[in-house]
């Protein structure tokens, strides 16, 4: 006689593990390289199988908040800061790195709708409401990056509360909404009056642009240009040959 089904797992209790994780790692309470505790200890904790615990990390692995590693364990994810060029930076993240005091202001906050162009250049419906942001960066006092940024709100709704003059966008975005796809674009400008203003530098300073767009499921998350002062700035990109492969994660 074959062996009964285990029971299903209370969808519930997976949800309530993933969502304790989320909100240590959101809080800082667990740091990005912060091994989290192993399966048997969460068995314990919450009273379950391993199933449901593995459930839950699988699910918090996919959203982008944890890696595992093999014979390891599993760790608080590191934001991507490397590269401007192939991966989406902190900037926060990178001036701290550096060892410089980050700044960041918020500059304005529009909630609107979408122009005939963004709808064009996003795949927006007609009617399609976006947040529109602009702000600046600074390193040791003195800016450093100046962005112009739209959410469209059918596909990140919480980005409507989100309290974006103590979270820089970028950064919030990282950390709180998956994305499957990126495009950027790098290419030279210089300063108007306008940027000039909002950098702290002369009109006809040279600038680096990076023009940004991120995807999930086919729909835009976000869209951003960031003026960067060129002789503040610099992008380094490491990549391996076309085809290698990523150590295997349990």
């Known amino acids: 006689m074959d062996a009964p089904s285990p029971a299903p797992v209370p969808a519930s209790l997976k949800a309530r593990i993933r969502t304790e994780i989320e909100r240590r790692i959101l809080s800082g309470e667990w740091p990005p390289g912060h091994r989290l505790p192993v399966?048997?200890?969460?068995?314990?904790?919450?009273?379950c199988a391993r199933m449901t615990v593995n459930g839950a990390l699988a699910a918090l692995v996919?959203?982008?908040?944890?890696?595992?590693?093999?014979r390891a364990g599993s760790f608080v994810r590191r934001p991507p800061l490397r590269s401007a060029a192939l991966e989406i930076p902190d900037i926060g993240a990178q001036v701290r790195g550096s060892g410089d005091d980050y700044g960041y202001e918020l500059?304005?906050?529009?909630r609107r709708r979408a122009t005939a162009a963004e709808r064009a250049a996003l795949g927006l419906p007609a009617g399609a409401v976006v947040l529109w942001l602009s702000a600046r960066h600074s390193a040791g006092g003195a800016p450093i990056a100046y962005e112009e940024r739209v959410i469209p709100l059918d596909a990140v709704p919480e980005a409507a509360t989100a309290d974006f003059g103590r979270d820089a966008p970028g950064s919030w975005l990282l950390r709180?909404?998956?994305?499957?796809?990126?495009e950027n674009t790098i290419l030279a400008?210089?300063?108007?009056?306008?940027?000039?203003?909002?950098?702290?530098?002369?009109e006809g300073a040279a600038l680096l642009v990076v023009e940004r767009r991120t995807w999930r499921a086919g729909r835009t998350l976000t869209a951003v240009r960031t003026w960067y002062v060129g002789a503040r700035q610099r992008f380094v990109a490491r990549f391996t040959p076309a085809g290698a492969q990523d150590e295997a994660h349990d």
């Open 39 to 47: 399966e048997r200890e969460l068995m314990a904790q919450y009273g």
């Open 62 to 70: 996919e959203a982008g908040f944890i890696e595992r590693r093999r």
């Open 107 to 110: 500059l304005e906050r529009v």
């Open 176 to 182: 709180r909404v998956p994305w499957q796809e990126a």
């Open 189 to 202: 400008d210089v300063a108007d009056a306008r940027l000039a203003e909002r950098l702290g530098v002369p």
